[in-house]
């Protein structure tokens, strides 16, 4: 079993900075993540991929947030991390971290992002 802790959700006017962290966590033996990313949950609508990144460092980005976002992991310390600049009203959603181990999806609780003046 797989845990996904994220942090550093919160409101933040249009235009500014967040940084999103999730920390995995599995008890007993040591454990190999395929995939890990993040994926959002605006109110009414369905949860949407927002970024992924391999275990080699292979990037996905929702063509909504190109250029504006940046995923990184670090392998050893089984992390992931979105840094999110320029955000918009559109950004405003509960967002998950998201890991595939060997076939398993897991999946954070989730934290909000509140973009609003």
């Known amino acids: 079993q797989v845990q996904l802790v994220e942090s550093g959700g919160g409101l933040v006017q249009p235009g500014g900075s967040l940084r999103l962290s999730c920390a995995a966590s599995?008890?007993?033996?040591?454990?190999?993540?395929?995939?890990m990313g993040w994926y959002r949950q605006a109110p009414g609508k369905e949860r949407e991929l927002v970024a992924s990144i391999t275990k080699s460092g292979s990037t996905n980005y929702a063509d909504s947030v190109k250029d504006r976002f940046t995923i990184s992991r670090d392998n050893a310390k089984n992390t992931v991390t979105l840094e999110m600049n320029s955000l918009k009203s559109d950004d405003t959603a509960v967002y998950y971290c998201?890991?595939?181990?060997?076939?398993?999806?897991?999946w954070g609780k989730g934290t909000q992002v509140t973009v609003s003046s």
């Open positions: 998201h890991a595939l181990v060997f076939g398993m999806n897991y």
């Open positions: 599995a008890s007993g033996s040591i454990f190999s993540i395929n995939v």
